[in-house]
Structure formats: C-alpha cells, structure tokens
C-alpha cells in the first residue's frame, strides 16, 4: 500500500507540476504577444474599413466618451474613428458593433458618411455563425442592402427589394435568426451613437 501511495504521489506531483508549467507558458507567451494580436485586429480593422470606404486615407480616433446600452442592461464605452482623405477632409466615421447570432457573439465593423446620415457598408470581423447558413451575413448580396440604406431603425423583412436602399432589409432564406440579429446589432448602436455625437455637436443634428 504504502509504494501505491508513493505512485500515486508521485505521478499527481508530475501532473500538478507538468499542468502548472503548460499554463505558465501560455501566460508568458499570450502576454508576448498580445500587443501584436492588437497590432493585427486593429490593421484588419483599417483594412476592412478603407474597403468601405476606398477615399479615406488616415483614421483618427475620437475621445468621445460615447456609451452604448446594451440588451443586457450594461454600457460600453464605444470606440469611434473620423475617416479622413488625403486632404483631411472627413468622409465619414467608423466604428465596431457586436451582439449575439444564432451560433454565438459576431463582431463588425461599421462606416456612416460624414454627416452620419447613411451607412456606408459593413463587414464581419468575426462571427460563428453556421457556414452555408448563417454566415452567409458576410455575403455581398446580404451586405449590400445596407449600402446607402439610412442610418435609422432598421426593420428585418421576408420579402421585398434588395436594391431598394431603404431602411427594410431583406432576410436570408434559411438564416432568418442570423439575420435579424445584424438588424438588432445596427440598432442598439448607431441610433445611440448618432444622438450622443450629435449633443456634442461632432455632426450636425439635421433630418434626412
């Protein structure tokens, strides 16, 4: 008994010590190289963003202090960059939004002209959403319907004109679920973002 009680000491000290230096090292190199994961999720986010938006050079961001409410009660501080030309002209504003889908969380990034009157397109930064279904979101035929659309309360229909450029957006067949939660996602936030911008006078407060 005593050499079983030896064994079993033995090999759980291994384990216990062979877990502690695995999680170590994941720490060590998650802190290494965390600052190049920013690095990259902020160039993929620039580079998604200047696909919508081919005129701006250089993107600013803003101290706002804006925050969005979100379905589950809380707030967040929302993260919102001025698009500049060449020129440092604006040509309008980004910014990312999230919320849940069908498969769990889907992130994107968001451009709104200048005057923050129209959406100027979005793309998925990351979602898990079913492929062949749900993650047909990222398709052009889906995201194009926002392109021109206004930046208002957005509404989820089963039929109608994908061209329209208004603010009814046509679900996916078969993705219905996904659908209506990039409606409910643009929702929570531009509405919000917009009204906050516009008491601090960052864009005009005008009708369309």
């Not at 804006?66 to 309008?92: F, T, Y």
């Not at 309360?153 to 089963?158: E, F, S, T």
Request: overall charge neutral.
């Amino acid at each position: 008994m005593p050499s079983k009680l030896r064994y079993f000491l033995q090999e759980s000290w291994l384990l216990l010590a062979g877990s502690f230096c695995f999680g170590l090292l994941i720490a060590v190199t998650n802190a290494a190289l965390s600052d190049r994961i920013e690095q990259n999720k902020i160039a993929k986010l620039n580079e998604l963003t200047k696909a919508l938006m081919p005129e701006a050079q250089h993107f600013q961001l803003i101290d706002a202090q804006i925050e969005v409410a979100l379905p589950d009660g809380s707030k967040e501080k929302a993260g919102i960059s001025e698009a500049l030309a060449g020129d440092k002209q604006r040509v309008g504003w980004s910014f990312n939004i999230h919320g849940v889908g069908f498969s769990g969380p889907i992130e994107m990034v968001v451009a709104v002209d200048k005057d923050f009157q129209k959406i100027m397109g979005f793309d998925v930064l990351s979602s898990s959403e079913t492929p062949g279904f749900g993650d047909r979101i990222k398709s052009d035929w889906y995201r194009s319907q926002f392109v021109s659309a206004p930046v208002d309360r957005l509404a989820l229909v089963k039929t109608g004109d994908p061209a329209a450029k208004d603010a009814q957006i046509v679900a996916l067949t078969g993705a219905t679920v996904s659908s209506q939660a990039v409606v409910d996602i643009f929702n929570t936030f531009l509405t919000q973002i917009k009204e906050q911008m516009q008491k601090k006078g960052l864009i005009a407060n005008v009708t369309q």
